[in-house]
């Protein structure tokens, strides 16, 4: 199976604050990764796929970016909404697999 | 709008089976596979096994074969996935989602999730 690995695995953060979060896949996963965003007691939403491309109705501060194996989510300016855990994952091969989670709290 | 609704929340002994559904609606069934996923309390996002409504065939994780069976009522546009001979570990809420793309599963996302289903298993 592929390994996701995410870091950091928590971070503080004001509104207004640029934040990026890095995820890094155990082999070449080709631009196969998505991420979501989760909420206390929700089912995750999809953020961005395909790596880099933007989820329709999801704001345009948030954006996704590739170099090999890494792979990078930033938020350009924080929200208060935007307080969350983040989860990256690769579907590159079966099975998909999810990094352990990024969370962004105040 | 496109919208998955899982069943209620269960409460199994341990050795039993729980059986979760996940009502689909607002596009066509049989176009887009479903995941299962799942999530134990205060843990992270387990992929289970994915169904493709069209033909009802699945694959499932090494780690639930033998255990887990999903199946699809097309008169309903609903699927269902059956875990069995349960243990105190499988206490998560477990996910339906939708596949983003249609018709294949490779290299697919999950857009939107159910609500979730949370199975509690205690002697």
């Known amino acids: 199976d592929i390994q996701m690995t995410q870091s950091p695995s928590s971070l503080s953060a004001f509104v207004g604050d640029r934040v990026t979060i890095t995820c890094r896949a155990s082999?070449?996963?080709?631009?196969?990764l998505n991420w979501y965003q989760q909420k206390p007691g929700k089912a995750p939403k999809l953020l961005i796929y395909?790596?880099?491309t933007l989820q329709s109705g999801v704001p345009s501060r948030f954006s996704g970016s590739e170099s090999g194996t890494d792979f990078t989510l930033t938020i350009s300016s924080l929200q208060p909404e935007d307080f969350a855990t983040y989860y990256c994952?690769?579907?590159?091969?079966?099975?998909?697999?999810f990094g352990p989670g990024t969370k962004v709290d105040i | 709008q496109v919208q998955l609704v899982q069943s209620g929340a269960e409460v199994k002994k341990p050795g039993a089976s729980v059986k979760v559904s996940c009502k689909a609606s607002?596009?066509?069934?049989?176009?887009?596979?479903i995941y299962w996923v799942r999530q134990a309390p205060g843990q992270g996002l387990e992929w289970m096994g994915v169904?493709?409504?069209?033909?009802?065939?699945?694959t499932y994780a090494q780690k639930f074969q033998g255990s887990v069976t999903m199946t699809r009522d097309t008169s309903t546009s609903t699927v269902h996935m059956e875990l069995s001979s349960l243990r105190p570990e499988d206490t998560a809420v477990y996910y339906c989602?939708?596949?983003?793309?249609?018709?294949?599963?490779?290299?697919?996302?999950?857009?939107?999730w159910g609500q979730g289903t949370l199975v509690t298993v205690s002697s």
């Open positions: 395909a790596a880099s």
């Open positions: 994952q690769q579907s590159y091969s079966t099975p998909p697999t």
């Open positions: 989602a939708k596949g983003g793309a249609p018709y294949y599963d490779f290299g697919n996302w999950f857009d939107p």
């Open positions: 082999q070449s996963i080709s631009s196969y």
């Open positions: 607002g596009y066509t069934f049989g176009n887009y596979y």
């Open positions: 169904i493709n409504p069209s033909g009802g065939s699945a």
